[in-house]
T-cell receptor, first 111, second 112 residues
Framework: AQSVTQLGSHVSVSEGALVLLRCNYS??????LFWYVQYPNQGLQLLLK??????LVKGINGFEAEFKKSETSFHLTKPSAHMSDAAEYFC?????????FGTGTSLTVIP | DAMVIQNPRYQVTQFGKPVTLSCSQT?????MYWYQQKSSQAPKLLFH???????NEADTPDNFQSRRPNTSFCFLDIRSPGLGDAAMYLC???????????FGPGTRLTVL
């Protein structure tokens, strides 16, 4: 079975600071990789995804992520945090058979 | 806009009283999923339909059932809700099994 590890269940950043949310996965086959955001009492919204091609993927709301095969990582970044970025973030991997979610990282943005 | 719709957004039921949650989609996707999400946890897949083919996760309790009468609609039936079934229930769709999943807004179930 595959696994997805999100380091840090809670991350706090100051408004305007860099956001870095970490995701590592285990997969024996080339994976599809996803980041989702979830606001309170809402469903998951797709931020970005990697399937093939360019390893740096740009998503909505200024987020981007880089697929690093050698490190089996897909970390999510945003250069400047905004108050509206406060939410739960989930990394997910598809290995061709199933979707695997990480346990999530709660992002707090400090004014 | 094409979307995934869940009704109701909030559902309150009594212990042991059957409840049905609804999901509809205008994306014309082949696959529909039901997830259970408890507070501060990742979504947990309960089952999914690939077209009319039903796929149950091994650890999904028998108390949970699902119906997909047509491409657009999928229902989650909880036959005898227990206090431990209180959670957010998320419906998602994808064009095919590997593809991006698109989520509805969820139904928050409270069991009294």
């Amino acid at each position: 079975a595959q696994s997805v590890t999100q380091l840090g269940s809670h991350v706090s950043v100051s408004e305007g600071a860099l956001v870095l949310l970490r995701c590592n996965y285990s997969s024996s086959v080339p994976p599809y990789l996803f980041w989702y955001v979830q606001y309170p009492n809402q469903g998951l919204q797709l931020l970005l995804k990697y399937t093939t091609g360019a390893t740096l993927v740009k998503g909505i709301n200024g987020f981007e992520a880089e697929f690093k095969k050698s490190e089996t990582s897909f970390h999510l970044t945003k250069p400047s945090a905004h108050m509206s970025d406060a939410a739960e973030y989930f990394c997910a991997v598809s290995d061709g058979n199933q979707f695997y979610f990480g346990t999530g990282t709660s992002l707090t943005v400090i004014p | 806009d094409a979307m995934v719709i869940q009704n109701p957004r909030y559902q309150v039921t009594q212990f042991g009283k059957p409840v049905t949650l609804s999901c509809s989609q205008t994306l014309n996707h082949n696959v529909m999923y039901w997830y259970q999400q408890k507070s501060s946890q990742a979504p947990k897949l309960l089952f999914h339909y690939y077209d009319k083919d039903f796929n149950n996760e091994a650890d999904t309790p028998d108390n949970f059932q699902s119906r997909r009468p047509n491409t657009s609609f999928c229902f989650l039936d909880i036959r005898s809700p227990g206090l431990g079934d209180a959670a957010m229930y998320l419906c998602a769709t994808s064009r095919k099994g590997l593809d991006t999943q698109y989520f509805g807004p969820g139904t928050r179930l409270t069991v009294l």
